[in-house]
């Protein structure tokens, strides 16, 4: 399956923004679609997670109460809401795509960049 992420962009402390990921095919029950990002001298973090099926949702602290994920089964798409941005939210944002009971995940996208300002 390819991830495509999209929706990234430049925006002011306190701003909002949605990133889409869109996948080639269907997502089959079973998965779990999360949302990573990576800042420039940083490690990947964690940002939040969805289950296909279920729809539990899981987030990073640094995001809780600001960042709400969301999917649409039908258009095997996942959304990422973001509000009340940060600078130090400013990053790389990366989808990616793993079975419920593994950790390692499956596929990626290639990113779409986050910058906000102060």
């Known amino acids: 399956v390819q991830l495509v992420e999209s929706g990234g962009g430049s925006v002011q402390a306190g701003g909002s923004l949605r990133l889409s990921c869109a996948a080639s095919?269907?997502?089959?029950?079973?998965?779990?679609l999360s949302w990573y990002r990576q800042a420039p001298g940083k490690e990947r973090e964690f940002v939040a997670s969805?289950?296909?099926?279920?729809?539990?949702?899981e987030y990073g602290l640094s995001v809780q109460g600001r960042f709400t994920i969301s999917k649409n089964n039908d258009k095997n798409m996942m959304f990422l809401e973001m509000n009340s941005l940060k600078p130090e939210d400013t990053a790389t944002y990366y989808c990616?795509?793993?079975?419920?009971?593994?950790?390692?995940?499956?596929?990626w996208g290639k990113g779409t960049l986050v910058t906000v300002s102060s």
């Open positions: 990616g795509r793993r079975l419920v009971y593994v950790t390692d995940y499956a596929d």
């Open positions: 095919g269907r997502i089959l029950p079973g998965n779990v």
């Open positions: 969805i289950a296909w099926s279920s729809g539990h949702t």
